[in-house]
């Protein structure tokens, strides 16, 4: 089983933000972490049994815990779960708030691995963003990291951002790539309604219309170029592409995220958190008010058919360069692929999208590039 344990708070909103995640006051993230603590104990307590194979406490900006708060929540995990001497945890991180002393308490608390969000190296495109940091802050929190031990390290990035180039990507990946960061996350940005920059493209959109010239976001051709720039840099540098937004060192792809596409049980707590056990899908409250009244009530319960499973594990499974095992689908579900998907794979194969390798389906290059459009294939 995966675990997953968020802490929807950050120091500031970011402009293209629709995470759920706030700026709150330290009497109340003293008192989420507090019913954190209590769901975790009552949660592990009837999951007794299952094992943990990796830890993710993400965000929001899990490390603007203090200290204490985090060796706390560490601490209860290893103690209240049965977690794999060799699990992988990760923490989210934002570069500016880590200190010598957290990233002390990270190593003793057992975290091995850390999800930095940078997005970009340029300043200009980090203050577009909303981010609270500089470049220099991610240079010195990547050195304490180093420092601490911990050299499983993602750096999150972005392209097609406001204001950005092709040219001022490749200076970010350039940046990066001199690090030799285990792992790099690049994803487009997405535009989310309800967020500022939302209302910025619709800005955008209007004038387009009215035969103007879009100013704000890069134009179609550039983020091509980006996202082609994207794949060749990081081949050449090492990097397997080995998901379609998620690139690794050998032996460093992220274990909980190919835990999701696989097909694995996981458990999320704390404020919204999502999980999926024994083939029903379930969440927290999103209502921090309702969390900090102990209310931990699962919701949006969802039992999910034979036929739900199938198209879950089939199309995540496509997310990942190495595809779908046929075996594996068939031990999983005793029906074979091509019986279940008798239309949707040959006509896929058919328009070059998906390959079919004998053993294996996966993506073919041009399928990852339009990968919206197969997944959706499978969501009957
Ligand atoms: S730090 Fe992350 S979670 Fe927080 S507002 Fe920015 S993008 Fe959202």
């Keep these: 089983m995966e675990l997953y344990i968020h802490i929807p708070f950050c120091i500031r909103k970011c402009a293209y933000c629709d995470f759920l995640s706030a700026p709150a006051d330290a009497d109340t993230i003293a008192r989420y972490m507090e019913y954190l603590g209590k769901q975790l104990v009552q949660t592990a307590a009837s999951l007794r049994g299952k094992r943990v194979e990796t830890v993710f406490i993400g965000g929001g900006t899990p490390s603007i815990l203090r200290p204490e708060q ?10 209240h779960f049965t977690v794999d001497a060799g699990a992988e945890v990760t923490l989210e991180a934002n570069p500016g708030t880590l200190a010598r002393a957290k ?36 240079l010195r929190s990547y050195e304490i990291l180093r420092e601490a031990g911990i050299w499983n390290i993602n750096v999150d990035l972005m392209s097609a951002l406001p204001g950005q180039t092709v040219a001022s990507y490749e200076r970010t990946l350039q940046s990066v790539l001199a690090l030799h960061p ?21 800005a955008d959109e209007r004038l387009r219309e ?5 100013r704000w976001l890069p134009d179609e051709e550039s983020e091509r170029a980006m996202y082609e720039l994207t794949g060749t840099l990081l081949a050449e540098h090492g990097y397997e592409r080995y998901e379609i937004s998620n690139y690794a060192k050998k032996g460093f792809a992220c274990r909980h995220n190919i835990g999701y596409w696989t097909g694995k049980e996981y458990l999320g707590l704390g404020l919204g958190a999502s999980s999926y056990i024994g083939e029903t899908r379930f969440c927290n409250t999103a209502q921090l008010d309702e969390y900090l009244a102990g209310d931990f009530t699962p919701r949006d319960v969802q039992q999910l058919s034979k036929n739900d499973c199938m198209a879950e594990f089939f199309y995540l499974g ?63």
């Design 103 to 138: 990233a002390q308490v990270l190593v003793s608390g057992g975290v091995n691995r850390v999800s930095l969000g940078l997005q970009s190296a340029d300043e200009k495109e980090l203050r577009l963003l909303g981010r609270v940091h500089t470049y220099r802050d991610f």
């Design 318 to 380: 496509l997310r990942m360069s190495a595809g779908v095992a046929k075996a594996d689908f068939t031990a999983r579900f005793g029906l074979r692929a091509e019986q279940v998907y008798a239309q949707e794979i040959p006509e896929l194969i058919e328009k070059g999208l998906l390959e079919d390798t004998g053993t294996r389906y996966r993506l073919t290059d041009y399928g990852r590039d339009v990968s919206n459009q197969v997944l959706w294939r499978f969501l009957k």
């Design 70 to 79: 985090l060796s706390r929540l560490l601490a209860a995990v290893w103690e």
């Design 182 to 202: 285990a792992h790099i996350s690049a994803y487009s940005l997405m535009l989310e309604e309800g967020t500022p920059f939302f209302e910025q493209y619709r």
């Design 210 to 214: 009215s035969g103007g010239t879009p």
